[in-house]
């Protein structure tokens, strides 16, 4: 269960949310948490979760490990920073700063190399959906991007499904449509790793996930986790998803 708190809040937020989440989640042993905050949060959320299973992550790293790139943040820096995973090629990185299938693979390559689990976005565009293209976009976005991974850098991604569409709107996937996009994905890592290693591998879903859709979605085979935004910024209402089973 990941929150992508996106660009919110500041690091006496971030103490705020964990005082407050903690408790509400001591006992979730079902299930990983990660929160993966903006990078100046980063380490206020690393001490706030110590003692805690909870981890951190980050939205995005840059592929060479430092030099001249004003402005990136790289893999191990997030490392030494205390976290544990990073999201990759989340679809506003793809829609507002230039992100392809290329770029994301090489953030995953970098991420992967640093000792960090990405959390690799694939989704399809309105457009797409309606067009009936949503199978080929998905399996585009798998060809050009996780693909290019060997079989042990397969096994330590985690794939997170986002049909754009989704995302901060207020729509929601059917938990029907949403398991049809998952096994499309893991259909296509089959073709690529082999069924078992497509088995193995965990898929969230992300877009619109609520407390009151969470147990609908994870009720399907295919969906392993869910990738939340808006609904993590709250500690109450992340932590009733955090705990679907109760
Ligand atoms: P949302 O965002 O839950 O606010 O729709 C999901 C995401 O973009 O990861």
Redesign the pocket.
């Given at each position: 269960m990941a929150g992508?708190w996106?660009m919110y809040k500041t690091p006496a937020e971030t103490r705020a949310f964990f005082e407050a989440f903690r408790p509400l989640v001591a006992a979730a042993g079902h299930c990983e948490i990660v929160i993966c905050p903006p990078f100046p949060d980063l380490a206020v959320a690393v001490d706030s979760a110590r003692g805690t299973s909870i981890q951190v992550g980050a939205q995005n790293l840059y592929w060479a490990k430092e030099g001249a790139f004003t402005g990136e943040v790289s893999g191990p820096m997030i490392r030494a920073a205390g976290a544990t995973h990073v999201i990759v090629g989340?679809?506003?990185r793809r829609q507002y700063f230039g992100e392809t299938d290329e770029t994301v693979l090489k953030r995953t390559v970098a991420a992967l190399d640093a000792g960090l689990t990405p959390i690799v976005c694939v989704g399809e565009l309105l457009e797409h959906r309606e067009a009936g293209r949503t199978e080929a976009v998905l399996c585009q976005q798998c060809l050009h991007g996780i693909h290019g991974l060997d079989e042990r850098q397969f096994a330590q991604i985690v794939i997170?499904y986002?049909p754009v569409w989704?995302?901060?709107?207020g729509k929601t996937a059917t938990p029907e449509i949403a398991a049809d996009a998952h096994a499309v994905i893991r259909r296509e890592m089959g073709n690529r790793y082999g069924t078992g290693a497509a088995a193995d591998i965990r898929i969230l879903y992300?877009?619109?996930?609520k407390p009151d859709n969470v147990k609908s979605l994870m009720a399907q085979d295919d969906i392993d986790g869910v990738?939340?935004?808006?609904?993590?910024l709250d500690a109450k209402s992340f932590a009733t998803i955090v705990n679907f089973p109760s």
């Open positions: 992508n996106k989340h679809s506003e997170a986002e989704a995302i901060g709107t992300g877009g619109s996930v990738l939340v935004g808006g609904a993590s």
